[in-house]
């Protein structure tokens, strides 16, 4: 696979704080080198879509970041207001809580619910693997399944760990039949590093280093 076809995976990622500038460069880069997207915190997602307008380059960004402790409600509410604010794409994650008490089926109903606000946006499922065993995982990429939503994605990139590749794997094989797609991100830095999770299943790649990538 050639780092073109690696480009056009590549939601290119800024999740710290950052100001309108480092925003602008962010989405200039993402067009200058066909990244699939630009991921966001809510309160940048109206510069990115203006910067972005014209593009092929979607406008991704994050709700319940970085723990998903957030209500279902207040997720929701957040959902629609960065679909309003110009979002093409979002990324939710489940509640860390209610994963660890194993409680899948409010994983669903929440995810559900948040896939209703979406519409057609695509919305992508963060389980933050680091935090699971592999019981666990199953169990969440089951409930993501079940409740409708386009992908699910390995980490924040906050947690303890980031993507690897046993967890990519995995998640490909429960919900790649079912028509769902993965996400692979946290510590991808690198071309081999972003070619080994396409190999073992992704279909996406979120990552702050996207032009480190390419250009490796």
């Known amino acids: 696979m050639t780092k073109q076809e690696i480009a056009k995976m590549i939601d ?3 999740l710290k704080p950052a ?16 990244f699939a997207s630009v991921c966001v915190n809510p ?10 307008e014209g593009s092929e380059v979607k406008v991704c960004t994050v709700i319940g970041f970085p723990l998903g402790e957030n209500t279902t409600k207040v997720k929701v509410f957040e959902t629609k207001d960065a679909i309003k604010n110009g979002a093409t794409e979002i990324d ?6 209610l994963a660890k008490a194993n409680a899948w089926k409010k994983i669903e109903k929440e995810v559900a619910a ?3 606000a979406c519409g057609n946006i695509l919305l992508k499922v963060i389980l933050e693997t680091c935090n699971l065993s592999q019981k666990q ?3 969440a990429c089951n409930a993501c399944v079940a409740a409708g939503a386009e992908y699910v994605k390995t980490s924040t990139g906050f947690g303890a760990g980031g993507a690897t590749v046993e967890a990519v794997s995995l998640m490909a094989d429960i919900v790649h039949p079912h028509g769902l797609k993965v996400k692979a991100s946290g510590g991808i830095h690198n071309y081999e590093e972003a070619l080994a999770m396409v190999k073992n299943g992704a279909d ?11 250009n490796d």
């Open 12 to 14: 290119h990622t800024l």
């Open 137 to 139: 995982l199953i169990a």
């Open 92 to 97: 939710m994650v489940i509640n860390q809580s």
């Open 204 to 214: 996406r790649i979120g990552a702050s280093c996207g032009v480190s990538i390419v």
């Open 114 to 116: 948040v896939k209703k």
């Open 43 to 52: 309160c940048h997602v109206k510069t990115a879509a203006k910067e972005l």
């Open 19 to 34: 100001t309108t500038v480092q925003i602008a460069t962010l989405c200039a880069e993402a067009k200058q080198f066909g």
